[in-house]
């Protein structure tokens, strides 16, 4: 299932045909207004509901939430390990913890690039509609 029918729903609507109703896999109901509507639409023909749109946005909030995260796990990591390095007494450990402080650090960077490169797609889909 790709990502935009897990956004949009997967549910078969009914449609009533000359032969009477068929299931057909192509339209999703509006989650607007709940008029069938193509899988491939931009909008909903009947409310203006733009169903595109609604589905790149839920899709960048998922990604942004992902990536806000992980950088969050990444930092809070560096920051144990670099507090575990300089009060445990184990000199063993020093060398590991502190190459963990730096490699997680480190990974700090890339990641919260992305992630501000999430938010600002979302900003520009948000505004330019
Ligand atoms: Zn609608």
Do not use: H
């Not at 790149?56 to 144990?80: C, D, H, K, P």
């Amino acid at each position: 299932m790709s990502d935009y029918q897990r956004i949009v729903g997967n549910n078969n609507v009914q449609v009533m045909g000359r032969q009477g109703p068929r299931n057909t896999r192509n339209l999703v109901g509006c989650p607007d207004c709940a008029t069938p509507i193509s899988r491939s639409a931009d909008e909903c023909r009947e409310c203006g509901y733009p169903i595109r749109r609604k589905a790149i946005e839920f899709q960048l909030e998922a990604e942004a939430e992902r990536l806000s995260a992980l950088y969050t796990y990444l930092a809070l990591g560096a920051v144990a390990a670099m507090l575990l390095g300089t009060l445990l007494p184990i000199p063993e450990l020093k060398a590991p913890l502190y190459l963990l402080f730096f490699a997680a650090g480190f990974l700090t960077l890339p990641v919260g690039k992305q992630l501000d490169a999430t938010k600002r797609q979302l900003a520009r889909i948000r505004s330019s509609f």
